[in-house]
């Protein structure tokens, strides 16, 4: 069974960086796509980054420039760098993997950012 799980989350001022991690239970050196999302109370699940079958990266337009996402297929981990956080940054934060025909998700973990 695959497993995704995240790791990183916690609480931070506005203007500080957290880094998250995913780790997965299988290679993700070939995959269909990976990426991050966030839930928050009030909003829908949205989309953060992800990296397609043409293997570039897209950010939603509310963290372009302050997030990075990258990855070690060494170690099956997916990363993302959030720096500049904002308290709208608020959320849960969730990883999926489309590997094979199939789509995998972690539980998340929380990203809280103070005023």
């Known amino acids: 069974q695959v497993q995704l799980v995240e790791s990183g989350g916690g609480l931070v001022q506005a203007g500080g960086s957290l880094r998250l991690s995913c780790a997965a239970s299988?290679?993700?050196?070939?995959?269909?796509?990976m990426g991050w999302y966030r839930q928050s109370p009030e909003n829908q699940r949205e989309l953060v980054a992800v990296i397609g079958s043409g293997r570039s990266t897209v950010y939603a337009d509310s963290v372009k420039g302050r997030f990075t996402f990258s990855r070690d297929n060494a170690k099956n981990t997916m990363y993302l760098q959030m720096n500049s956080l904002k308290p709208e940054d608020t959320g849960v934060y969730s990883c999926n993997l489309q590997k094979d025909g199939r789509a995998y998700w972690g539980k998340g973990t929380l990203v809280t950012v103070s005023s």
């Open positions: 299988v290679s993700i050196f070939n995959f269909y796509s």
